[in-house]
């Protein structure tokens, strides 16, 4: 899997994904860190549609990675990952 680096560890606030189309089967696991080894799952709420979550990061948050883990044939259309201070 492939990590999106914000090459300065951040406070975050959240992280929302758009699907490819729709998931099916498990939703994609949200998962943040601060040195690329080790990875903290950050609990997401997928739309009823499966076109979309959004992982609210718990208050104090810190990471430089971003990791989406995926099942087969899932796909993503966008992230964007939300500092604490862009709310």
């Given amino acids: 899997s492939s ?3 914000g090459t300065a560890l951040q406070q975050l606030d ?4 758009k699907a490819a189309g729709s998931w099916k ?3 994609p696991a949200v998962q943040v860190s601060r040195d690329g080894n080790s990875w903290k799952d ?3 709420v ?3 549609d499966g076109t979309e ?4 990061c718990p208050e104090g948050t810190g990471a430089r990675y971003v990791r989406i883990r995926l099942s ?3 796909g993503i259309a966008e992230v964007a990952v939300w500092p604490a201070d862009a709310s």
């Fill in 3 to 5: 990590a999106i680096d």
């Fill in 42 to 44: 950050i609990k997401a």
């Fill in 46 to 48: 997928l739309r009823k």
């Fill in 53 to 56: 979550l959004t992982a609210m």
């Fill in 72 to 74: 087969p044939g899932q």
């Fill in 14 to 17: 959240r992280v929302e994904v």
């Fill in 25 to 27: 089967g498990p939703a």
